[in-house]
């Protein structure tokens, strides 16, 4: 199956006319003909089934056939990350731990970050990309990049973690995660957390964890996490 998305449609609609990218994809990409079916979401977890009733140079008419809404994942998980300095990295993050299944990302700003700003348009074309390439219904939120610091002072998951490297206690992220609960956890930046936003964090509940022996580069720390949470939560 593929998947197109329009943020437009909804239940109650009959039919919907798509134009752009996702017009020139189904006629001259996939070159769909009429009464062939396109199946679309609109990124909240619904998806429509439809059939092509009309194509000329500018947009396709679908007619809307049928509609079902999928069930969300049973857990949430929200990763903040500082970004990496060279941005291909921190885009091939977002598109995997998206592929996997995560409710939203926050990028960071910490003591160490060399990248304190995004471009927000192409990142949420990324995430759109990753939802209709993974079948996915619902499509995950890139939240504003904000401080370490406001992050943590302001979160409100039931279940929060911060991986880092240093030596002090930690436990395996595997062993602690509860399952089916809302959860955020911390990946650093290349240069890692200080001690200071450590300690912060811990003062704010957060749980050190460890993600194994290696050390990982922050985009693969921040797809390990959350395969390890998808991991726990699919037993």
């Not at 936003?197 to 811990?202: G, P, R, T, V, W």
Request: with cysteine; aromatic share 8%; glycine share 4%.
């Amino acid at each position: 199956m593929q998947l197109f998305y329009n943020s437009e449609i909804n239940v109650n609609d009959n039919d919907l006319i798509i134009s752009d990218s996702e017009h020139h994809h189904i006629t001259k990409v996939l070159r769909k003909k009429i009464n062939n079916k396109v199946f679309l979401t609109n990124g909240k977890g619904y998806l429509f089934e439809t059939v092509i009733s009309e194509i000329n140079s500018k947009h396709t008419h679908l007619n809307i056939i049928n509609s079902n809404k999928k069930p969300p994942m049973d857990y949430s998980l929200n990763i903040a990350i500082a970004p990496t300095k060279k941005i291909d990295r921190f885009e091939w993050f977002l598109e995997k731990v998206i592929e996997i299944g995560v409710s939203s990302v926050t990028p960071l700003i910490c003591k160490y970050n060399e990248r304190k700003s995004l471009n927000y348009a192409r990142l949420n074309k990324i995430a759109l990309s990753a939802m209709k390439q993974s079948l996915q219904t619902y499509l995950p939120k890139i939240e504003p990049i904000v401080t370490i610091k406001e992050y943590i002072e302001t979160n409100q998951c039931k279940q929060k973690y911060i991986a880092h490297c240093k030596n002090s206690k930690k436990v395996h992220l595997s062993k602690i995660i509860k399952r089916k609960t809302n959860s955020s956890i911390i990946i650093g930046p290349e240069g890692g957390f200080t001690d200071d936003e450590i300690s912060l964090a811990m003062e704010y509940n957060f749980i050190p964890v460890s993600l194994g022996n290696n050390r990982l580069r922050t985009e693969t720390a921040g797809i390990t996490s959350c395969h390890t949470f998808s991991d726990v939560n699919n037993k």
